[in-house]
C-alpha cells in the first residue's frame, strides 16, 4: 500500500507543488508528428484528398483508381466527411469524374457521391450548387453499364430524398420522365 500512496504522489503531483523528484523516471520527451500519424493516422480530410489525387493522376492504374474511391466511400460514410467534400473542393473533382472512361470509376465516383449524400443536407446544398444532378441524370439515361446506371439511380435518389428543393429540381430537369425512360 505504501508503495502505491508513493507511486500516486509522484505521479500525481504538479511541477508548482512540492512533490519528491524521481530521479530515475526520464524526463518526457516531445513526439514526433510522423510518429502520431503512424499510430493515428492521417486526418480524415488528408486521407480525402488523397484518394482524389489517386483517381485523378494519370498514371494510376484502373483497379487503384477503383480502390481509391471505395476508400473515399467508406470516409464519406461519416456524415462529418461528407459534409467535409464541399470544403475541400472535391464535389466538382467527383462530377467530372462521372463521364471518365472507365465504368469502374463512373461507378465509384456515383457510388462516393451518393453516400455523401445521404441524409445530408449540407453536402446535398453543395451537390446542387455544382449543377451535378444534370450530368448524373444524364449517366442514368444514357451509360451503357447497368452497373453504372444503377449507381447513378442511388445518387439521385440519395439527392432527393428528404430535400424538397433537390426534388424540385429533378422535376425542372424532367427527371420523372428521364426515370420512366430509364425502368
Do not use: Y
Amino acid at each position: 500500500m505504501d508503495s502505491l500512496l508513493k507511486w500516486a504522489i509522484l505521479n500525481g503531483a504538479t511541477a508548482s507543488e512540492d512533490a519528491p523528484h524521481d530521479a530515475t523516471r526520464p524526463a518526457p520527451q516531445k513526439l514526433d508528428p510522423a510518429v502520431i500519424d503512424a499510430i493515428l493516422g492521417k486526418p480524415a480530410s488528408v486521407q480525402m484528398t488523397e484518394c482524389m489525387d489517386a483517381v485523378e493522376h494519370p498514371s494510376t492504374p484502373s483497379e487503384a483508381r477503383i480502390i481509391a474511391l471505395d476508400d473515399l466511400e467508406m470516409l464519406v460514410e461519416n456524415i462529418d466527411n461528407a459534409s467535409n467534400v464541399e470544403p475541400l473542393g472535391l464535389w466538382p473533382r467527383l462530377g467530372a469524374l462521372f463521364s471518365d472512361h472507365d465504368s469502374g470509376v463512373r461507378s465509384g465516383a456515383l457510388w462516393v457521391s451518393a453516400t455523401a449524400l445521404q441524409h445530408n443536407q449540407r453536402a446535398q446544398a453543395a451537390f446542387s450548387k455544382h449543377g451535378l444532378l444534370a450530368p448524373v441524370l444524364r449517366v442514368l439515361e444514357s451509360d451503357e453499364d447497368a452497373g453504372v446506371r444503377a449507381k447513378a439511380l442511388l445518387c439521385v435518389s440519395a439527392f432527393i430524398r428528404a430535400n424538397a428543393a433537390g426534388l424540385a429540381e429533378f422535376i425542372a430537369l424532367d427527371g420523372l420522365a428521364l426515370l420512366k425512360r430509364a425502368l
